[in-house]
């Protein structure tokens, strides 16, 4: 089995159970239905072709029509759930839409209402009290290695501007920028004294 074919498989298999658990997301895949939206994940110069009827076919590869084209970062995926984010993302370049907007929104109202219980079903298999611990666990874990990562980074950018010198503080470069301003106008004076002169 290749990789695309492992991906595109895992991919649908994974949204198409969530759908199954969700009616009302079942409702708004109706709103997809005979559609098709491309998204290319811009690092890998892969393709991901989502085909809407009953339910949701993931493709490596169509020769059809596409009636949405979404090209994206990686990165940006979880945002991409949140239907307002949708503008913001496109006039940052972070997304590039061709084709009808519009089911890219619908896209994204699917992908938002798509939220699995994950303690739900770790109930069904080690009980109530064992599925809320190991999931509060896990979401306590993330907290804190997120807030680690963020002070690891703070802490490098510091060492970066303070102990090492490799880039500027904040100041330093407000201050040039101010600099580079006020050199610009003076620029545009002289020129415009020049322009003056008799005989220009």
């Known amino acids: ?7 595109t498989g895992a991919v649908e298999t994974s949204l198409n159970r969530l759908l199954k658990d969700d009616p009302e997301s079942l409702r708004r895949l109706a709103r997809l239905r005979g559609k098709v939206i491309s998204v290319t994940i811009n690092e890998f110069g892969k393709q991901l072709i989502f085909i809407f009827s009953q339910q949701i076919d993931v ?3 169509y020769e059809g029509d596409v009636d949405c084209q979404l090209a994206l970062n990686l990165s940006v995926l979880p ?4 239907q307002a984010n949708l503008t913001q993302l496109i006039k940052a370049d972070k997304l590039a839409v061709e084709g009808d907007i519009q089911l890219a929104q619908q ?14 079903k770790l109930s069904h298999y080690t009980g109530d009290i064992v599925a809320h611990t190991v999931v509060s666990g896990a979401k306590s874990s993330v907290r804190f290695i997120q807030r680690e990562v963020e002070r690891c980074q703070r802490d490098l950018a510091e060492v970066i501007t303070e102990e090492w010198k490799l880039a500027p503080q904040a100041l330093e470069v407000a201050y040039f920028a101010d600099q580079v301003d006020d050199l610009k106008s003076d620029c545009a004076r002289l020129e415009a004294r020049f322009n003056q002169l008799p005989g220009q």
């Open 1 to 7: 089995m290749s990789f695309d074919a492992f991906v």
């Open 59 to 61: 493709l490596a590869a």
């Open 79 to 82: 945002e991409l759930r949140q």
């Open 107 to 120: 896209f994204s109202s699917l992908l938002s209402g798509l939220k699995p219980d994950l303690e739900e």
